[in-house]
Structures are given as structure tokens and as C-alpha cells.
């Protein structure tokens, strides 16, 4: 199994920045891939971005292209995503998730076997 935890959320002005952490714990970190993924009050839940086992294939989501980076740092076994140029409607809990590393990457959260617990980002008008 692996263990993920995210970290980072919190309360942001809209231009602002958040960088939020998914540290994860158990199985080889580096055999997966990792997503990040965000769920809105009475919104379906989707993906951000997404990271490949060696950080050097990754996917972003229109919403993300341009003002969020997705990176990875496989000795501290932990992903981080940039976030800049924060909206309004950026306001979700945010997810990381864990599957076995594959290309192409997962796009799709039934895809992922493991998630965390998730942390709210609130982006204030």
C-alpha cells in the first residue's frame, strides 16, 4: 500500500500562490505516478495534473496550463504542486493520488488506487 498526505491548503487572496505537498509513505515511491485533482462543492471531482514516475512526463489539465507546476522529488517521496495566479474558482479540496506508474498517464480518478485525505484551498475575490 501507499500512504499519501497532503499539505498546504489554506486561505489565499485571487493572484496569490499556494504550494501544496503530497508526502507519501510505504511501497517504492518512484514506481508511481502521482495526480493531483480537485473537488468543488457540488462539482464533480478532477484532475489538475498528473506526474510520471521520473517527473519528466507530466499533463495539466486547460484550467492548470500556465500557472500551476507539478514536480516531484523521489528522495524526500513527495510531489508538490505550484500553484500562481490563484481564482476565485480554483476554491476546492485538493487531492493527490498514487497508481502504478504506466504511460500514458492516468487522467481519470477510478484510475488511482490511492489518494490522500485531501486540503481546501479557498481563493478569496
Known amino acids: 500500500q501507499v500512504q499519501l498526505a497532503e499539505s498546504g491548503g489554506g486561505l489565499v487572496q485571487a493572484g496569490g500562490s499556494l504550494r501544496l505537498s503530497c508526502a507519501t509513505s510505504g511501497r517504492t515511491f518512484s514506481n508511481y505516478d502521482i495526480g493531483w485533482f480537485r473537488q468543488a462543492p457540488g462539482k464533480e471531482r478532477e484532475l489538475v495534473a498528473v506526474?510520471?514516475?521520473?517527473?519528466?512526463?507530466?499533463y495539466y489539465a486547460d484550467s492548470a496550463k500556465g500557472r500551476f507546476t507539478i514536480s516531484r522529488d523521489n528522495i524526500k517521496n513527495t510531489v508538490y504542486l505550484q500553484m500562481n495566479s490563484l481564482k476565485p474558482e480554483d476554491t476546492a479540496v485538493y487531492y493527490c493520488?498514487?497508481?502504478?506508474?504506466?504511460?500514458?498517464?492516468?487522467?481519470?480518478?477510478?484510475?488511482?488506487?490511492?489518494w490522500g485525505q485531501g486540503t481546501q484551498v479557498t481563493v478569496s475575490s
Open positions: 506526474i510520471g514516475w521520473s517527473g519528466g512526463n507530466t
Open positions: 493520488a498514487g497508481g502504478i506508474r504506466r504511460v500514458p498517464l492516468r487522467r481519470i480518478s477510478g484510475d488511482y488506487s490511492y
